[in-house]
């Protein structure tokens, strides 16, 4: 059966892949002017090329971080790519703000359900995740998704869309938005492991105990005051590494605590997501 293959045909294969000229030409007439079929063969470059280029890093990208209209719920994703000629192009970070657009108004609860979310018409966010891939021929991932709910949610972005932070409040009031914002650029600039001390890893506080013991051994410190030396290691260690201890960037006197409460003597900050490029 014979077909003729038209450079409208072509153009709007290439409009709704993003796929290139050749590509779409090859696609169409190995299809024989199937459309369906031409976009699935696409797909499939897609995906084999993602298996071919999975040991490749995929270092550069964007991080998108969102909230609703009433700030009760934020989202944070990550679109990797190999280049950041890639993370630079336009259209690669509006297919990112669209991803973020889609998790924020469905919500799902793991980036395996993300994927699975419908992006345009019958297309899955994995289906043009996999479009990206074969059109623009290196390899692409969705790599991070991470959601908050609290009383108020705020976001920050850092320059060039290098990271995302959600941070979350105890208390909701537009009186709170610029204190929100404000630890939101604490974390993206002091990078904190956890909220709290208790919210420290165990296997983390083991491991800085025993560098500190270490630490203090090597200065010839007696053996008997090894432990106590840790520990008083391990205070200093809270105070860099636990958000509600750091000293805040903006106000040396005070600690990222005592600043809220210096607004509101209930505020605090329930949770936090942090996601950054590499």
Do not use: W
């Amino acid at each position: 059966m014979s077909f003729t293959l038209s450079a409208a045909d072509v153009k709007n294969l290439r409009d709704t892949t993003g796929a290139g000229m050749m590509d779409c030409k090859a696609a169409l007439t190995e299809a024989e002017g199937d459309f369906e079929k031409a976009i699935e063969i696409l797909r499939k470059k897609g995906q084999k090329l993602s298996i071919k280029r999975a040991d490749r890093e995929a270092k550069e990208g964007v991080v998108i971080a969102k909230v609703n209209d009433s700030k009760t719920k934020g989202v944070v994703v990550k679109v990797s790519s190999e280049t950041d000629f890639v993370s630079k192009n336009e259209d690669f970070i509006n297919t990112a703000k669209k991803i973020a657009d889609i998790a924020l108004t469905t919500f799902p609860a793991s980036l395996e359900e993300l994927l699975k979310q419908t992006f345009e018409g019958n297309t899955s966010i994995g289906d043009k995740v996999t479009d990206m891939v074969a059109a623009i021929g290196e390899k692409i991932e969705l790599t991070n998704y991470e959601t908050m709910e609290a009383p108020q949610v705020e976001f920050y972005i850092h320059m060039g869309n290098k990271a995302g932070v959600l941070v979350g409040l105890n208390k909701n009031g537009a009186q709170f938005t610029d204190a929100g914002k404000d630890v939101a650029m604490q974390i993206a600039a002091m990078k904190p492991i956890a909220l709290d001390k208790s919210d420290v890893d165990s296997g983390v506080i083991a491991k800085e105990i025993e560098i500190g013991k270490e630490q203090a051994r090597a200065e010839g410190k007696p053996e008997a005051m090894l432990e106590k030396i840790a520990l008083g290691k391990l205070e200093k260690f809270y105070k860099e590494s636990t958000l509600l201890h750091q000293q805040f960037v903006k106000d040396g006197s005070h600690t990222i605590s005592s600043y809220l409460k210096s607004i509101d003597k209930d505020l605090t900050v329930t949770g936090f997501k942090h996601v950054k490029l590499g």
